[in-house]
Antibody
C-alpha cells in the first residue's frame, strides 16, 4: 500500500535550520508530486510547497521563498524539506503528502499523508 | 496567496445535512477545477474526501459531496453522523501553488 514515513520529532533553537525527511513506498516515487504542509498547534493547515521527484523541480508558497528548500534522493525514494532561520512561529507539525501524477498540474490534491513530524523551536 | 475563507464552525443534528462554504478568488477557485476537501480528526493527519470539485476517492462515503459556483466551493455532508464531528479544510490550486482554507469545525449536536 502507498505509505509515507517521516523522520522523528526535532527541537531547534531560534535561528537554526531543520531538515525533515519523507520516505515513500508502495508506488513509483518519480511518478507523483510530493507536497509539504504544516500545522501549528491549534491552527489550520498551511501549504508550503511541492517537489516533482522526477525532475527535481520545486515551487513554494511566497511566505517561505528563500527560507525553504525541497530536495529528493530518488535512489532511496526519499524527499526532504529544509527550513532555515527558524523562529518560534515555525513550531508546527510538518506533513509530506502525495499529490497528483507529475504529468498533471501540481494541485494540492493530497491522497496519502505522512504521519507528521513535530518541529519545536524554542530557546 | 491568502487563505481561502471558511466559516469557523457549523453544527447539525444526526441525520441532517450541512453545507460548508469555501470562498476564494478568480485566481484560485474561480480559475481552476482543482478544489479538494479534507477531514481531520484531532491528532490525526488529514483525509482526502473530495478532489477536483466533486469527485470522491475510493472508500469515501457518498454522504460527502462537493460543488462549485464561481469563486466559492461547497462541501455537503448528508445524513450527519457522530463520527463526522471533525475539522474540515478546502484547498485549491493557484498559479502553480496551493492554498488551504481557514478550516471549519463541524459539531454533531
Amino acid at each position: 500500500q502507498v505509505q509515507l514515513v517521516q523522520s522523528g520529532a526535532e527541537v531547534r533553537k531560534p535561528g537554526a535550520s531543520v531538515k525533515v525527511s519523507c520516505k515513500a513506498s508502495g508506488y513509483t516515487f518519480n511518478d507523483y508530486y510530493l507536497h509539504w504542509v504544516r500545522q501549528a498547534p491549534g491552527e489550520g493547515l498551511e501549504w508550503m510547497g511541492w517537489i516533482n521527484p522526477n525532475s527535481g523541480g520545486t515551487n513554494s508558497a511566497y511566505k517561505f521563498e528563500g527560507r525553504v528548500t525541497m530536495t529528493r534522493d530518488t535512489s532511496i525514494r526519499t524527499a526532504y524539506m529544509e527550513l532555515r532561520r527558524l523562529t518560534s512561529d515555525d513550531t508546527a507539525v510538518y506533513y509530506c503528502a502525495r499529490g497528483p501524477r507529475e504529468i498533471m498540474i501540481p494541485a494540492p490534491t493530497l491522497g496519502t499523508w505522512g504521519h507528521g513530524t513535530l518541529v519545536t523551536v524554542s530557546s | 496567496q491568502s487563505a481561502l475563507t471558511q466559516p469557523a464552525s457549523v453544527s447539525g443534528s444526526p441525520g441532517q445535512s450541512i453545507t460548508i462554504s469555501c470562498t476564494g478568488t478568480s485566481s484560485d477557485i474561480g480559475d481552476y477545477d482543482s478544489v479538494s476537501w479534507y477531514q481531520q480528526h484531532p491528532g490525526k493527519a488529514p483525509k482526502l474526501l473530495i478532489f477536483d470539485v466533486s469527485n470522491r476517492p475510493s472508500g469515501v462515503s457518498n454522504r460527502f459531496s462537493g460543488s462549485k459556483a464561481g469563486n466559492t466551493a461547497s462541501l455537503t455532508i448528508s445524513g450527519l453522523q457522530a463520527e463526522d464531528g471533525a475539522e474540515y479544510y478546502c484547498s485549491s490550486y493557484t498559479n502553480s501553488r496551493g492554498v488551504f482554507g481557514t478550516g471549519t469545525k463541524v459539531t454533531v449536536l
